[in-house]
């Protein structure tokens, strides 16, 4: 698009023979049962301890932190939001590793907080989910401290939008040759909002040579699942190509048609455009 775009032996006889009855036949019943009782109580001892075991320690692939509880997902942590409502569960068990934290919606868990983390699945998986729900925490840092973090959350508020709000409106001079203020057709102004919005402004010009600059100067890209808030690419809508902001999972927040169509912005997938070119952080 176009913008700048997981029995104890007690009764000791063998078979008739009594107790103190010192026969060949006995000493060798003898001889024969007390290693099997041995064996029978080693048994049971080993059964007895690895039930404990795999009953109060975390999963064994758990090296760090994990998900304690099934685990719903979200883009944002304002519940109230109808765009941050859950899009997928995490299973108990999970190995994660913690992005970062971020104060939010007062929720209950295992507790209740209004603390959230974002949590990144080992392929590549994101999304916040509720702390409480997370074992073996590590530190991580503020989410208001990573740009393409804030950068995802400031795209979610632009979700619904038809049409920019004054403000993002008055930061281009260029809408034409769509309606003024129309997000429609100006997919680079909706990444380029969000970005200045945390902090970094983006280059100039339109949605492919903009992600194509970045995509081959930055060492955090690649064609799977995007990270949150990264740059998603496209090798549609040429020779513009069109772009959108990560926000979870296979997720984008991304403007909708051409010019003119007057489309609100929402949330859509990588596979829903032609030609997935990627994603990278700028």
Partial sequence: MKGIMTRVPGAR???NIQEGADTTASRRSKRVARPFRLGVVVAMLMSLVGTSVLVSAPPASAAG???TSDASLRSCVTTSNGYCAPFATFPKGTPVTMVCWIDGSSATGAYTSNRWFL???GDGYEGF???SLVGSQASSPSCNTIVRVKAGLQAIQRLGQITANATDAARFTDWAPGPYGEWSGDCKKLVSVAYRDAGLPLI???AKPTFDTYYASR???GGGLPRYGALVGFNTYLPYGHIAVAIGGNRIATT?????QKQANSIRTTSSFAGYAGWVVP
Avoid at 256 to 260: L, P, V
């Fill in 13 to 15: 006889t063998a078979g």
């Fill in 65 to 67: 932190p994990y998900i």
């Fill in 119 to 121: 949590v990144r699945r």
């Fill in 129 to 131: 989910v509720h702390s």
């Fill in 204 to 206: 100039g010009g339109n």
């Fill in 219 to 221: 060492s955090q890209r």
């Fill in 256 to 260: 909708n048609g051409t010019d003119g």
